[in-house]
């Protein structure tokens, strides 16, 4: 079976969307000045209210290991999207959190996270060429650009482990329950 993690939870009411449609990862942004950004006591309210099965993941870039580890009773993943050191992802998992580093398509490298995402964007629903992407090794997450329309497309090309939409499950910036419900379905259909 496809994983799916619903990345980009910013209102009490995308907790409610998520414990409806129960992806196996939720995630929210904890990157200062972009529009999902949830701040402390918000990421607090949100672990409290999101079902306590589902692992929340926190979306951070080029921050450093002590503003990341803020957070760790909050998040049980941390998500980095920038440039971080493999020193920085060292600090972070020996204080207890698993690290998912994102890299782009065109520049893959071996890490020592727990596992890999490649990405072309951030937040931003930009895709990539992927019939002509060649992964370093078997793929973790896909990201970048996924939507119901899109989805199945790309498992069937990529066959990645986990599939992390944020975007493409809005509508006019704000989540919408029927693209959540319908990428969930998309992700489970495949066996
Ligand atoms: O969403 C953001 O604002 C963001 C900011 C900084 C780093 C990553 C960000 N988003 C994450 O990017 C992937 C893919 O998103 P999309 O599906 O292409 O919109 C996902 O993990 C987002 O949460």
Known sequence: MTLIKLCGNFRLQDIDYLNEVRPDLAGIILVP???RLVSLALAQKIRSQL???IPLVGVFLNQDADEILK????IQIVQLHGNESEREISKIQQAGLPVIK???????YKT???CRM????AGTGKTFDWEN???LESLDFLAGGLTPDNLQQAISLLKPKVVDISSGT?????????KMREVVRIARSNK
């Open 118 to 121: 490649i990405d072309a964007g």
């Open 133 to 135: 992407f060649q992964p």
């Open 112 to 114: 020592q996270a727990m």
């Open 51 to 53: 079902d306590a099965k």
């Open 170 to 178: 809005e509508c006019n910036g704000i989540k919408n329950l029927e």
């Open 33 to 35: 000045h972009k529009r």
């Open 102 to 108: 994102v890299m782009k398509p065109d520049h893959q």
């Open 71 to 74: 957070y760790r009773e909050i």
